[in-house]
């Protein structure tokens, strides 16, 4: 039976079009791959890529796409308000159909072992795919950026590399990993005061206290101050948690929540119980989607 | 390629759960046809049964069902808080796929023909299928109920059924009709006081001037005021834009909105629409629903 796996790639690369181009092209050009999205944010200075496929291709993409990001991206002189460690900053597996976290974290190291010995990057294996318990939490990883991880890679035992070398060349490093299906989406508040973002994003993370399953970020975005976040488990906490406490965090400090953004894609089941949640649905369950019984009785999709 | 028609067929019963279950009964067991979702209220003594499959298995079940719930409901007896007219009360067939209106069309008009002669039940023609312009709102073919139907059914020649005798038995009329994709649900208020909701409904409601595509009644259902509605176009008035309206008018009436219930199956489209609308996303399409782009990718359904 077929199985899929998805990478999310996310490159340090959201300005040059044509450098972005050059890595989707490596990506979708890849046999048996297909691309479910990407976007490119200038502020952030990055590109998410989603592409499926079987293990095997899925893993070649991945390989070519940070084979080319590599030789593009110099990390040296990249600027950008997200925190990042290389030109190929995170590339995660994601189980989806016949496909078990383990499979995705043999996948992980797979593709680990081979972009530190071919393309001599060094690489942080994450997430599921962690060996090192420490390294489970991409922040960790990710701590003062590039420009601290190169200070440091040499000296400091803690900051070794899993593969490839303890040098950081123009290309940085990258994390791979393998994790559950995640959420990522920017909340736009009524300030340019990155401050009040901070300080939302503080209040509303698992990590100093908040809702289980969510890291924040709070950023300054497009002129606006930013809440980025990620849902790490959004059966648990979903889309309209996350936004119901930014907003009462925002409204405490007399700002709004302006508008907001997906990045990458989000299971319906999140959007279904987002909706069921602001209309107040008391009987809703997913045997109420017409598109899910279709599916289920005569294997249909019907868009 | 295979067709899908659906049919959505409401009748005048929801409490005694042996009548519901002979009519489910009845429609479940016709060859080629899945109940895809039923539901019975007590307070407005309804049942909603949708079930879907080939044309001709969708119209067998749809006369089975007639068949049965008109030998064992007398109208004369029937109350309950919907208008109605008759056992099994509205039948309306639904283009799902590989199936055009005018298919769904010559389904209500065959199924018409039939119910009027081997049942000997009056059938008005209605929405698409209707052949008289004043019978394709449903609300025309059902007002005063089906009381006022039985005393001028003979009289009035505008009140003459399409099919059938011009006489009204213990079974009373039926609606067959063809119709788009349509969202019922239900909101309930915060008050005991079914003027509330009435006045809320002629406010929100198209024919009284408010949102298009949209009909409203309001209803004292679970010792709550209620707003019942339909949307016929979800594509123009979806379920977030109904329910902003009513918690609206509900505000300037000093009552809120206590809940909310979904009746029979709804479009993921209309509920992710919704989601987006409340999480206010800027940039949302149905693309970054990652099903959806599994399914177009790898003609695959993951639940």
Redesign the interface.
């Given at each position: 039976m077929?199985q899929?796996v998805e990478c999310v790639a996310n490159f340090s690369e959201g300005r040059r079009t044509e450098v972005v181009g050059e890595f989707v092209a490596a990506i979708s050009s890849t046999d048996g791959v297909?691309v479910?999205?990407r976007e490119s944010d200038v502020d952030h200075n990055r590109s998410v890529v989603s592409f499926?496929g079987e293990p095997a291709a899925v893993v070649e993409a991945a390989f070519a796409g940070i084979r080319v990001a590599a030789a593009l991206i110099d990390m040296g002189s990249h600027t950008g308000q997200h925190p990042r460690i290389g030109a190929a900053d995170v590339v995660p597996f994601v189980p989806?159909?016949n496909v078990s976290m383990d499979d995705c974290v043999r996948l992980a190291r797979e593709l680990g072992a081979r972009v530190g010995k071919e393309l001599q990057i060094p690489v942080f294996l994450y997430g599921e795919a962690a060996l090192r318990d420490k390294y489970r939490r991409l922040a960790d990883i990710r701590r003062g950026g590039y420009e601290r991880l190169r200070e440091c890679i040499e000296l400091s035992d803690e900051r070794r590399p899993d593969f490839g070398p303890r040098f950081l060349g123009s290309a940085g490093a990258c994390a791979i990993g393998a994790r559950d299906?995640l959420i990522a989406?920017n909340v736009y508040l009524s300030t340019d005061d990155v401050a009040v973002a901070r300080r939302i994003a503080r209040a509303v993370r698992e990590s100093s206290g908040g809702l289980p399953h969510l890291m924040a970020l709070g950023l300054l975005v497009k002129g606006s101050a930013q809440v980025s976040m990620n849902l790490s488990n959004y059966r648990i906490t979903s889309?309209?948690h996350a936004?119901e406490a930014v907003r009462q965090e925002a409204h405490s400090l007399g700002v709004a929540?302006?508008?907001?953004?997906?990045i990458?894609?989000?299971?319906?089941a999140?959007?279904?119980a987002?909706?069921?949640?602001?209309?107040?649905?008391?009987?809703?369950s997913?045997?109420?989607?017409?598109?899910?019984?279709?599916?289920?009785?005569?294997?249909?999709?019907?868009?």
């Amino acid at each position: 039976m077929e199985q899929i796996v998805e990478c999310v790639a996310n490159f340090s690369e959201g300005r040059r079009t044509e450098v972005v181009g050059e890595f989707v092209a490596a990506i979708s050009s890849t046999d048996g791959v297909a691309v479910l999205g990407r976007e490119s944010d200038v502020d952030h200075n990055r590109s998410v890529v989603s592409f499926a496929g079987e293990p095997a291709a899925v893993v070649e993409a991945a390989f070519a796409g940070i084979r080319v990001a590599a030789a593009l991206i110099d990390m040296g002189s990249h600027t950008g308000q997200h925190p990042r460690i290389g030109a190929a900053d995170v590339v995660p597996f994601v189980p989806l159909h016949n496909v078990s976290m383990d499979d995705c974290v043999r996948l992980a190291r797979e593709l680990g072992a081979r972009v530190g010995k071919e393309l001599q990057i060094p690489v942080f294996l994450y997430g599921e795919a962690a060996l090192r318990d420490k390294y489970r939490r991409l922040a960790d990883i990710r701590r003062g950026g590039y420009e601290r991880l190169r200070e440091c890679i040499e000296l400091s035992d803690e900051r070794r590399p899993d593969f490839g070398p303890r040098f950081l060349g123009s290309a940085g490093a990258c994390a791979i990993g393998a994790r559950d299906i995640l959420i990522a989406f920017n909340v736009y508040l009524s300030t340019d005061d990155v401050a009040v973002a901070r300080r939302i994003a503080r209040a509303v993370r698992e990590s100093s206290g908040g809702l289980p399953h969510l890291m924040a970020l709070g950023l300054l975005v497009k002129g606006s101050a930013q809440v980025s976040m990620n849902l790490s488990n959004y059966r648990i906490t979903s889309i309209h948690h996350a936004v119901e406490a930014v907003r009462q965090e925002a409204h405490s400090l007399g700002v709004a929540v302006e508008g907001s953004e997906l990045i990458g894609l989000t299971p319906k089941a999140a959007l279904a119980a987002t909706a069921a949640s602001y209309v107040q649905i008391d009987n809703f369950s997913l045997d109420r989607v017409l598109e899910i019984q279709l599916a289920r009785h005569f294997g249909l999709d019907v868009e």
